[in-house]
């Protein structure tokens, strides 16, 4: 199952899920689309695509998603939430009902989703969780912290559902990009460190099948981001990135 089946990383996943023949079930705002990157997923090797077009501020819509999903798979395996919302700061500290908005799809409702499918794991004794997070959740920054509140939000409350899951046999995977070139960064000027949402799928995909526990993709952000955690705060809130 993926949340977020239309966002440019999830969608790239399920080609690499398509080509070994997986089942799958894409949720997502706009039909149109999913139904388009359905169509796509079949003819390159999905041995069943379903799609619910499901807007993840509805929470009434939101609830039983994931025993939709088993049932119309015959089974789950395996979560992926890739949905997210990455509005610009100074929008989101104008405008109250956008903070929430931004709170809602990137952490409250996936932490809903969450809840149900590690009480599915639970019972069946195995499964694998996997959320996009961002390296943005490693430290608040003037330039986007609601966005970076959310994330590490998502991450601490992941790192107590894998010591939860652990016993039960399920895995669960934190995937942390750093910059990715997709429709949500599309007014950011680019640079060297900028990834590929193809990158950022392959890195997912191989972290799946070892099993991982965190991931930062590309492989040079884990470094990057250690020396930014490690400068003292006093220094911090005087720099300007």
């Known amino acids: 199952m993926i949340l977020g ?4 990383i999830g969608e790239r996943v399920t080609r690499l899920l398509a080509s070994v023949g997986a089942s799958l079930y894409l949720t997502g ?14 003819v390159r090797g999905a041995s069943l695509v379903v799609v619910e077009q499901m807007d993840m501020t ?19 395996d395996t ?15 104008a405008e109250v009902g956008l903070l929430r908005e931004t709170l809602e799809i990137n952490v409250t ?4 989703v969450l809840e149900e499918v590690a009480l599915l794991f639970e019972h069946q004794g195995h499964g694998q969780i996997v959320a996009i997070g961002s390296v943005a959740g490693d430290r608040g920054r003037a330039t986007n912290y609601a966005y970076g509140a959310a994330k590490g939000a998502l991450e601490i409350f992941l790192s107590g559902l894998r010591q939860r899951l652990h016993k039960h ?3 669960v995977l ?34 799946m099948a070892k099993g991982k526990s965190v991931i930062y993709t590309p492989w040079w952000w884990r470094w ?4 930014i955690r490690l400068i003292p705060e006093a220094l911090f809130v005087r720099l300007r990135f």
């Open 79 to 93: 979560l992926l939430i890739a949905a997210g919302l990455l509005p610009e700061q100074g929008r989101v500290s």
């Open 58 to 76: 509805s929470t009434g819509v939101v609830g039983g998603v994931v025993s939709r999903a088993q049932q119309a798979l015959g089974g789950l």
């Open 29 to 42: 705002r706009d039909r149109v689309r999913i139904e388009q990157i359905a169509a796509d997923l079949r």
């Open 109 to 112: 409702v996936p932490m809903t």
């Open 224 to 227: 990057i981001m250690l020396v």
């Open 169 to 171: 046999g399920a895995q």
């Open 174 to 207: 934190l995937v942390k990009p750093g910059f990715v070139d997709n429709p949500m960064t599309i007014a950011f000027k680019k640079g060297p460190l900028w990834a590929s949402p193809e990158r950022v799928a392959r890195d997912i995909v191989r972290a």
């Open 5 to 8: 089946g239309a966002s440019a």
